[in-house]
């Protein structure tokens, strides 16, 4: 009889859709790969109730469940409703202390609901008047990654990461993070391991990384 396989759940970013995993791979005789996506929350739902429901897609029992930067909060309140073998957060915080000053700042100035969400719906006309080969390439890679361009989810998110009221890492959680990570800088964190000249987005770019390390992680 053949050994089960270890279902192992991803999570993209804010907005972003599962193709950011496309080039991370996991023995195939030995993990069987799931990923989650985004929905738009309800009117004032909580995080704790998001996370809830985001669990209701998760049709396997002791997962391994990995999520990167929103998503990797978002794994965290999701490992409190379910059985989570090992818990894995990428370009992340494991707490609310882990959180940039600017966030905390933002956090006590409210000015977090400033931010101009609505810009990301007018992607295709900021494309359009892109003035370098730069931008142009910034702009193509917001269009190929981010899902969700609705104003109210954005704003929602923002409000979720800024207001998280996490105070103490939960058990079996493996932080992994870039040297370069300009989200989340390193200089606030804590127990994590480093990825030299990682970036926020090192899942896309350094996912030889990830290939590598992950399955001798998961088996630690």
């Known amino acids: 009889m053949k ?17 950011i995993f496309r080039h991370i791979q996991l023995p195939e005789d030995t993990y069987d790969m799931y ?3 985004w929905f738009v929350p309800e009117k004032d739902e909580t995080l704790e109730a998001y996370a809830l429901r985001m669990t209701q897609k998760i049709v396997h029992k002791d997962i391994i469940l990995i999520g990167v930067s929103f998503g990797g909060i978002l794994v965290q309140e999701m490992a409190r409703h379910i059985n989570v073998r090992k818990l894995f957060v990428i370009s ?34 900021f494309r359009k008047y892109a003035f ?17 361009r609705d104003k109210y989810y954005l704003d929602w998110s923002i409000a979720q990461i800024v207001n998280w009221r996490q105070v103490e890492a939960l058990p079996n959680t493996i932080h992994i993070h870039g040297e370069k990570d300009g989200v989340f800088p390193k200089q606030y964190l804590s127990n994590f391991i480093e990825v030299k000249g990682g970036t926020h987005i090192m899942i896309i ?16």
């Not at 050994?3 to 759940?9: A, E, G, L, Q």
């Not at 350094?206 to 088996?219: A, G, H, Q």
Request: hydrophobic share 40%; charged share 30%; no cysteine.
């Open 3 to 19: 050994p089960t396989k270890i279902p192992v759940y991803f999570m993209p970013g804010m907005a972003a859709n599962p193709s």
């Open 205 to 220: 770019n350094k996912y030889k990384w990830f290939n590598e390390n992950l399955p001798r992680l998961i088996k630690e």
């Open 132 to 148: 370098n080969d730069f931008i142009k390439k910034r702009l193509d890679l917001y269009e190929e990654y981010l899902s969700i």
């Open 92 to 125: 992340s915080v494991k707490t609310m202390h882990e959180l940039p000053k600017r966030m905390r700042l933002a956090k006590k100035t409210k000015i977090y609901k400033l931010v101009p969400t609505s810009f990301v719906s007018m992607l295709d006309v």
């Open 35 to 37: 990923f989650l996506e």
